[in-house]
Nanobody, 123 residues
Framework: QVQLVESGGGLVQAGGSLRLPCAAS????????MTWFRQAPGKEREFVAA???????YYADSVKGRFTISRDNAENTVYLQMNSLKPEDTAVYYC?????????????????WGQGTQVTVSS
């Protein structure tokens, strides 16, 4: 089993920044891919950013150039740095993890999930 705990959400004005940590614990994390999804009210959960087990990263077009995903292996923590936030970034942000070497962009491909953290961007 893998346990994931997100934090760092909150209320921020448009143009501001937030950093979301996701701490992982449990089984060996060496070959785990960690990904951020988000879900706005009335919408489906959508892919935001991923760091694959290879170390490569991938971003949704809507956040490319504004968000950065990084990982601290010593702390088993992945971070989502969010800059130039927009009101449309308002959502509950979820950290997810899976084992494997292939890319995965759909929520049903992930076995492990955090509880989510609310991000609200005011205009």
């Amino acid at each position: 089993q893998v346990q994931l705990v997100e934090s760092g959400g909150g209320l921020v004005q448009a143009g501001g920044s937030l950093r979301l940590p996701c701490a992982a614990s449990g089984r060996t994390l060496r070959f785990i891919a960690m990904t951020w999804f988000r879900q706005a009210p009335g919408k489906e959960r959508e892919f935001v950013a991923a760091r694959w087990s290879s170390g490569n990263t991938y971003y949704a077009d809507s956040v490319k150039g504004r968000f950065t995903i990084s990982r601290d292996n010593a702390e088993n923590t992945v971070y989502l740095q969010m800059n130039s936030l927009k009101p449309e970034d308002t959502a509950v942000y979820y950290c997810a993890a899976r084992y494997g070497l292939t890319t995965a962009f759909r929520p049903n491909e992930y076995a492990y999930w955090g509880q989510g953290t609310q991000v609200t961007v005011s205009s």
